[in-house]
């Protein structure tokens, strides 16, 4: 079973709005992070937060961790055309000197212009 | 900094060749892995590198090898090429593995 499951899979939304794409893990984590993949490309890391943080923001990005539910989301705020990617989770233990990276399937989200 | 460079872009193998995918990266990074990205199957690790002459495997290992010469390149092998194989491959770095990854564009190899 996934690690990182995002929810929803795809989304479709109009340029301006609020999109927001959550993710649940079911093991303990040291991290987790947020990647954007566009269409043919590599994954691109937007955001780390810490598992005893419970939010962080960096420009348009805000995420937020909930621990106790193991759970994450990712708010993207006034959504612009270029937004339109894959969005991944990927979460990281540390364990034996390995840090093991584990990656969800994904949510797609298209901007409409 | 040219970041993680894959190469090539694109493969077309037959069942049962072997082919070497390339993975170079410039920011002295001592971590390195490869992924397989299948359709509705998110990214698998198949094999990763805390540094040079130490590798170990991941999630999916079978049907591949890798080397760790230099902290610079981190070659993947197919060692006998099957249908089963056909994905995109992604090639990343990190400077400690747990940090965000840096990531190449990607090999897209098909095998018939």
């Known amino acids: 079973s996934q690690q990182g499951e995002e929810d929803p899979q795809a989304l479709s939304i109009q340029e301006g709005e609020n999109a927001t794409m959550n993710c649940s893990y079911k093991?303990?984590?040291?991290?987790l992070q947020w990647y954007r993949q566009n269409s043919g490309r590599g994954l691109v890391h937007l955001i780390l937060?810490?598992?005893?943080?419970r939010e962080k923001h960096s420009g348009r990005l805000r995420v937020t961790l909930d621990t106790s539910k193991k759970s994450s989301s990712l708010l993207i705020t006034a959504s612009r055309a270029a937004d339109t990617a894959s969005y991944f989770c990927?979460?990281?233990?540390?364990?034996?000197?390995?840090?093991?990276?584990?990656f969800g399937i994904g949510t797609k989200l298209q901007v409409i212009p | 900094n040219a970041g993680v460079t894959q190469t090539p872009k694109f493969q077309v193998l037959k069942t049962g060749q072997s082919m070497t995918l390339q993975c170079a990266q410039d920011m002295n990074h001592e971590y390195m892995s490869w992924y397989r990205q299948d359709p509705g199957m998110g990214l698998r690790l198949i094999h990763y590198?805390?540094?040079?002459?130490?590798?170990d495997q991941g999630e999916v290992p079978n049907g591949y090898n890798v080397s760790r010469s230099t902290t610079e390149d981190f070659p993947l092998r197919l060692l006998s090429a099957a249908p089963s194989q056909t994905s995109v491959y992604f090639c990343?770095?990190?400077?400690?593995?747990?940090?965000?990854?840096?990531f190449g564009s990607g090999t897209r190899l098909t095998v018939v």
């Open positions: 093991t303990s984590i040291n991290n």
């Open positions: 937060i810490r598992s005893n943080e």
């Open positions: 990343a770095s990190s400077y400690n593995g747990g940090e965000g990854n840096t």
């Open positions: 990927a979460t990281v233990l540390f364990s034996g000197g390995y840090q093991k990276v584990t």
């Open positions: 590198s805390v540094g040079a002459g130490i590798t």
